[in-house]
């Protein structure tokens, strides 16, 4: 069983930072690629960022390049999303999810947290 446990969400003003963190249990961490995505109200849920095992590799979309930053701790079987210059526009709930593989994530069939909310006040 893989059990992700997202943290870090909280209500902060346009401008500020926040980091969320995403502990996996249940599976060996340093083989899994790993994400985040998000999820407006009314909105389908959205690719945020991802990092892989090797090098690793990171990837951003582009609503979110340049502020946000993605990292993993193997040791602490733990990634993190830095999230900088935040903007109402970055309220959602995010989620962490844990690829089958070691360089990409199917939101098919990958593994999910429960999410945990940001909220951005202008």
């Known amino acids: 069983q893989v059990q992700l446990d997202e943290s870090g969400g909280g209500l902060v003003q346009a401008g500020d930072s926040l980091r969320l963190s995403c502990a996996t249990l249940g599976r060996t961490f340093s083989s899994a690629a790993m994400g985040w995505f998000r999820q407006s109200p009314g909105k389908e849920r959205e690719f945020v960022a991802i990092i892989s095992v090797s090098g690793p590799s990171t990837y951003y979309a582009d609503a979110v390049k340049g502020r946000f930053t993605i990292s993993r701790d193997n040791a602490k079987n733990t990634v993190y999303l830095q999230m900088n210059s935040l903007t109402p526009e970055d309220t959602a709930v995010y989620y962490c999810?844990?690829?089958?593989?070691?360089?990409?994530?199917?939101?098919?069939?990958?593994?999910w947290g429960r999410g945990t909310q940001v909220t951005v006040s202008s």
């Open positions: 999810a844990a690829g089958r593989t070691s360089y990409a994530i199917d939101a098919r069939n990958a593994y």
